[in-house]
């Protein structure tokens, strides 16, 4: 069974440019959480989908935006980069919800904003 | 609001027992997880807890006490390979996926 798939895994970007990155569940997960992971504020929840919807949504600028489509893979975008937005970006999918099984990660889109 | 503790580094030797301490404080909560992420690498999965008590995996097992805000991971047998950052991490609510999660504590295992 594949796992978690995000591409691209490295992007370099310059400020006021805008980023799409893209993530695939491993298939039959149709929950997929978008998180922001820096040294400094460690992990912190961007977004979260289900059946193309947003039901969740951290505490980040309206920059931050995201979709799911009907296969369940997702994509998050980044408008008028900064260079806060340095970061790595972690998918992570679960079967639904309310899923007590765990969160399987993807390996993550490394983001440098130049 | 939003609070959850670790201690920042954490130092053992191979073959020993690690205990890694988390506190929170988080404005709902439905279960506490524990991840290993070794360095440029994602998170996995080692235990999750919603009841008070000990879940024992193997070498990994978490305890929980949910009146004391209060879990730890413990680690027997210490192997070279768990040299890794561990993150202690609260759902919040049954309606998503939402993690709230630690700063995560830097484990060393040195030979």
């Known amino acids: 069974k594949a796992g978690v798939t995000q591409t691209p895994r490295y992007l370099i970007k310059t400020r006021g440019q805008q980023v799409t990155l893209s993530c695939s569940p491993i298939s039959g997960h149709r929950s997929v959480s978008w998180y922001q992971q820096t040294p400094g504020q460690g992990l912190q929840f961007l977004f979260e989908y289900f059946s193309e919807t947003q039901r969740n949504k951290g505490n980040f600028p309206g920059r931050f935006s995201g979709r799911q489509f009907s296969n369940s893979r997702s994509e998050m975008n980044v408008s008028t980069l900064e260079l806060g937005d340095s970061a790595l970006y972690l998918c992570?999918?679960?079967?639904?919800?309310?899923?007590?099984?765990?969160?399987?990660f993807g390996p993550g889109t490394r983001l440098t904003v130049l | 609001g939003q609070n959850i503790d670790q201690p920042t580094e954490m130092t053992a030797t191979e073959g020993a027992i690690v205990q890694i301490n988390c506190t929170y404080q988080?404005?709902?909560?439905?279960?506490l997880f524990w991840y290993q992420q070794h360095a440029g690498e994602a998170p996995t999965f080692l235990s999750y807890?919603?009841?008070?008590g000990l879940e024992e995996k193997g070498r990994f097992s978490s305890f929980l006490s949910r009146s004391k805000g209060y879990s730890y991971l413990l680690l027997k047998e210490l192997q070279m390979k768990d040299s890794a950052s561990y993150l202690c991490a609260v759902r919040e609510d049954n309606y998503g996926q939402n993690f709230v999660f630690g700063p995560g504590t830097r484990l060393s295992v040195l030979p």
């Open positions: 992570a999918s679960s079967r639904t919800p309310t899923s007590v099984d765990e969160q399987f």
């Open positions: 807890n919603v009841l008070d």
């Open positions: 988080t404005s709902g909560f439905n279960g």
